[in-house]
Structures are given as C-alpha cells and as structure tokens.
C-alpha cells in the first residue's frame, strides 16, 4: 500500500482479474452440476424404459400383426445400454472436471471460489460432456420410440396412439436438443 492510502495500481487489476475468475470459475461449477444432475434424471428413464418391456410382449392394440417382434425387443436393450454409455461418459466427464476445480481451490484457502485452470481444458470438457448427453438423448429417445411400440403396436401397423406419441416425443426431443445443441457451441466459442 502507498504512503497516501492508496493501493498499487496493479492492485485493482489482479482484483479485477480474480473477481471474473471466481464469477466464471461458479459458473462452470454450475454448469457441471446441471448437467450431472439432468444425467442422473435420464439414467433414471433408462432403467425404468428396461423394466416396463419384457419380450413377447402383447401390446395394447388387441391384434398380433401389430406386437412387436423380439429383435424390436433386442434394438430397445441396445439402445438403452448405448444411452446409459453416454450419460455415464457425460456425467464422469463433468464429475472430473468439478473435481479439478475443487482441488485447485483447496489449495488457495483465501479465494475459495477462485481456480487456476485451464480455460481450453475446462471448455473442451464441457464440451465432451454436453456432447455425451445429446447422444444419450439420441439413443433414449430411440429406445422410447421401441418402448412405444412394444406396449401401443408398431409404427408399421398404423396404431394411431404410437404414431401420436412418436410424433410428439420427436418433435419435442429433436427441438430441445437443437435449442440446447446451439447453445452450446455459442458458449464454446465465447
């Protein structure tokens, strides 16, 4: 400190500076925490999409030309498998990068919400992660779509109700997913 009162003028700025740090340093935590949580959500589907369905399954169409086959029965397994990958991949991505930052902070006792990071890592692991969860989406919304028609009738056979909810589920994901997919490649390039 100057004899006026007054502090060094790199003062102000190294306070400026650790200021956006631990703003966008929250910010990232947050982010992380969103999507882990929202991945545990979609996990959640995923094991219960495996317990409603079980193979030779008649569905609700009271005609056999419209049960679906084991192999609908097969694809719904894979799917479902393929999906719970990705938001697993998604989620330990996130955890990971959470943890760095956690770490980093526990070193610097007196700026708690303050890290030293990477900024190209940090956002090419957001990155890995949001991209794990749109594809876990993808193939959750294709299981969903086999959920459908093992219990309404397939698609193939023209069961109003299953081309109904197909219709809306893809309409609704793939709108979503657009939303969220442009959102995040603006934040990677700001």
């Keep these: 400190m100057a004899e006026s009162g007054e502090y060094p003028k790199d003062y102000s700025a190294r306070r400026s500076s650790s200021s956006s740090s631990s703003s966008t340093t929250s910010i990232h935590v947050t982010a992380l925490d969103g999507i882990v ?3 545990s959500l979609f996990t959640i589907a995923v094991f219960v999409g495996l317990s409603l369905t079980t193979p030779g399954q008649h569905s609700l169409e009271n005609s056999n030309a419209c049960d679906a086959s084991v192999d609908v029965a097969k694809k719904l397994l894979v799917f479902e498998v393929v999906s ?5 991949f998604s989620s330990l991505v996130a955890q990971g990068l959470k943890l760095a930052i956690n770490l980093l902070n526990s070193k610097d006792v007196d700026e708690a919400f303050r890290a030293h990071i990477n900024l190209k890592v940090l956002r090419w692991g957001m990155m890995g992660s949001a991209v794990g969860s749109v594809m876990g989406c993808l193939f959750l919304m294709l299981s969903i779509i086999d959920v459908i028609q093992i ?5 193939s056979c023209g069961s109003k109700s299953a081309v109904h909810s197909v219709t809306a ?3 609704l994901v793939s709108s979503a997913l657009l939303v969220y997919i442009s959102t995040a490649i ?4 700001r």
């Design 37 to 39: 949580n929202v991945n």
């Design 84 to 88: 719970f990958s990705f938001f697993l």
């Design 151 to 155: 219990r309404l009738g397939m698609l």
């Design 169 to 171: 589920l893809v309409v």
């Design 186 to 189: 603006y934040a990677f390039w």
